[in-house]
Every structure is written in structure tokens, then in C-alpha cells.
């Protein structure tokens, strides 16, 4: 029962001091449509800090994820056009080749089967060609007639066409026919110079031509980027633009690179655009398929920037706290255009709403809120 009453009466001297302290605060800050009077003596005004508007230098970025890949027409995978078992083998991991050179052989019946009907071909058509020829020689003399000399050309020319097939044949497997001997193996060559970088190459196993490749080379002194870029920041990017590259691990040590292509496709999933950025890796830090951190950055331009602490969001527009320009207790609310923020969101471009020269709360607006 004692407690109870002293309850009573602690809540008794407790109420009418809340109630006072409301109604100092109250008096301490006034509004009047978009326009704050705080006190002469309040506390709150040790709390506000105001700056003064200039323009600065400002750099549209953003950051996003990318994946790295060897530039067009410098990474192949290699495999066989024909069955067979390798006999040999000229290179390992790591190994670097030129375009050209040969990598394996393998001994197959398909193989020497088509390069022996290549050899045939090859024997038919000189001996036609040498055929029509002649008679084109003696057919001037008055010896051949034009009608066996039609026949010879068509004879000639029918070859050529074979011979042509079984060469395309080959070209297309990555073999040069003219380089081709009668019996050797199958030579597998490299379709473009730079590093084996996956080797399954095992001598004496039995391979198909269906199968997986046995081999990849890529040239990656030089490296494409993939970045998937949102739709809302395609139009900060700009062909040639500068962009770093960050991998997780040097995180701290950003690769240059400059954009090389934007695409014009929306992934209707990601809802994202495809966007190639190339870069010189003569360090070999950026690997075929890493996945890395793309910072865009654009040309700086200057601007009003203001901290972050001074933006504030209303129910429609952002807004500001503007400092009047005869007294340091009167501050009017203005509405801004946001623009867009620094890499660590510490600083705010405004689009609209302000001028060089203008002064406005930096810190504290908040106790200006109602």
C-alpha cells in the first residue's frame, strides 16, 4: 500500500514536468508554411551545420558484376573431325603455340580413307588439266576438234570441282591439304596462337568425333568483360567510357579498361543489358570465366553536390533546408532535384532546385522536421 503511494505521487511530479519540457521544445521551433524559426537560445542550433554552395567535380558511378572471356577469335576448343586413337603428343598444359602448329596426331582408317580420296582427286584433276591442255594446243593447230576440246575442258573442270570438295573438307577441320602427305597421321593443328590453358590429351586413348574438345587455347593478354547493367543505369553509360575492374582477389587494385560495345537487348528476366568492356591484361590477374566487380565511371563535370545528410525525402519530392540569408535561426524548406550519389553514397548530386552561392543545413536538418 506505501508503494502504491509513492508511486502516485512520483507520477504526480513527473507529468507536469514532461508536459513542460513539451511545450519548451514546442516553443523552441516554429513553423509557418515551408519556413522553420528555431530560437535564438535553443540548443538545437549548436547542432546544425550549413555550408555554403559551390560547384565541384562530380563523376556519375555505379558498380555492378561482369564475367571475363578471351576476345573474339582468341580462344578455340579443339577436338577431332574423325575417329581415331592419339598417337602422339606435341604440347601440355601451360604450353604456348602459334597458329598453325601441331598439337597431336592420331592414327584413323576415316582420316587416311578421305586423304587417300583426296590424293585421287588430286591425280585426276592434273591429269585432266593437262588432258584439255594439249588438246587446246592442238585444237589452235587445226588437229582437235572444238567439240573434243569442249569435252576435255568439261572433263577438267569436273575434277576441279572434286578436288575443291575434299580441300574444303579438310580447311574446314583446321588442315591445309597442300601441307598433306599420302599415309601420315591425322595432325591436329591450332586454330589460333596462345596458351593451352585445359589439356585432356592422353597418347594411346581412343577419341571420337563427337566427342568433348581435348583441348582449349586462349589468348588472354587481352580480355573481353561481360557486365549485366540494370536498365535505369544504361544511359550513364557511354561507348569509350572508363571503367575499372575489381577481382576479389585484389580487391583494391582496379584494371582499366574502356567500353567497347553496349547492347541493345533487354534480358526480359534480369531486366538487364549486356554491356562489353575491354581490357589490357598483360598481368594475367583477369581469368577466362572470373567473375569481377565493374565500376563505371564517367567523365567528370561540375556540379552542386551536397551531402547526403542534407536531402530528405517527402511524400512527392525530395527537399532541402535552406538557411536564410539574414538570420542564423530561420531556415525555409525547398523542394530539389536528386540526381544521382558517389560510389560510397556520401555525397548527393542535385539536378534542380539549387545555386552556387546559396547556403543550406548540411548536418542536423533533421531537428528541423515536423
Keep these: 500500500m506505501k508503494k502504491t503511494y509513492y508511486a502516485i505521487i512520483v507520477a504526480c511530479i513527473l507529468i507536469p514536468s ?22 535564438a537560445s535553443s540548443p538545437i542550433l549548436s547542432r546544425i551545420s550549413t555550408e555554403i554552395l559551390v560547384k565541384e567535380p562530380f563523376c556519375s558511378e555505379f558498380r555492378t558484376v561482369g564475367t571475363v572471356q578471351a ?7 579443339v577436338g577431332v573431325p574423325f575417329d581415331g586413337r592419339i598417337t602422339t603428343s606435341k604440347v601440355m598444359l601451360g604450353s604456348r603455340v602459334r597458329a598453325g602448329q601441331t598439337l597431336f596426331e592420331v592414327s584413323s582408317p576415316d582420316f587416311f580413307e578421305a586423304s587417300k580420296q583426296y590424293f585421287q582427286n588430286l591425280r585426276i584433276y592434273e591429269t585432266a588439266k593437262s588432258s584439255y591442255e594439249r588438246k587446246k594446243a ?18 577438267a573442270e569436273n575434277a576441279r570441282q572434286e578436288k575443291s570438295a575434299s580441300e574444303a573438307a579438310f580447311r574446314a577441320y583446321g588442315m591445309d591439304p597442300a601441307n598433306m602427305e599420302p599415309g601420315q597421321a591425322m595432325r591436329i593443328v591450332a586454330p589460333i596462337s596462345g596458351e593451352v590453358v585445359r589439356c585432356n590429351i592422353i597418347p594411346g586413348s581412343f577419341i571420337k568425333a ?44 582496379p584494371i582499366p ?19 562489353i ?52 535561426n530561420i531556415f525555409v524548406r ?18 534542380h532546385g539549387l545555386l552556387p552561392g546559396e547556403r543550406i543545413v548540411s548536418e542536423g536538418g533533421l531537428y528541423l522536421n515536423n
Design 138 to 155: 592442238l585444237q589452235e593447230a587445226g588437229v582437235v576438234s572444238s567439240r573434243e576440246l569442249e569435252e576435255a575442258y568439261t572433263e
Design 334 to 351: 525547398r523542394a530539389v532535384t536528386v540526381g544521382e550519389s558517389n560510389d560510397d553514397n556520401t555525397r548527393v548530386h542535385i539536378a
Design 257 to 275: 579498361g574502356k567500353v567497347l560495345n553496349i547492347g541493345n537487348l533487354v534480358d526480359e528476366q534480369t531486366r538487364s543489358v549486356q554491356v
Design 210 to 253: 563427337d566427342s568433348e574438345a581435348l583441348l582449349t587455347l586462349a589468348d588472354l593478354g587481352r580480355v573481353w568483360v561481360t557486365a549485366q547493367v540494370k536498365e535505369r543505369f544504361v544511359g550513364r553509360v557511354t561507348k569509350g567510357g572508363s571503367v575499372e575492374i575489381f577481382t576479389e582477389a585484389e580487391p583494391d587494385c
Design 18 to 39: 514532461c508536459k513542460e519540457s513539451g511545450e519548451k521544445t514546442k516553443q523552441e521551433i516554429t513553423y509557418q508554411g515551408d519556413t522553420v524559426t528555431v530560437s
Design 71 to 77: 576476345e573474339m577469335g582468341h580462344y578455340a576448343e
Design 277 to 328: 568492356v575491354a581490357c589490357d591484361n598483360a598481368g594475367f590477374k583477369l581469368k577466362h570465366g572470373m567473375y569481377v566487380s565493374v565500376h563505371f565511371i564517367s567523365e567528370p563535370e561540375d556540379a552542386i553536390v551536397v551531402p547526403s545528410t542534407a536531402v530528405f525525402q517527402g511524400e512527392k519530392t525530395s527537399y532541402v533546408y535552406m538557411a536564410a540569408p539574414d538570420a542564423d
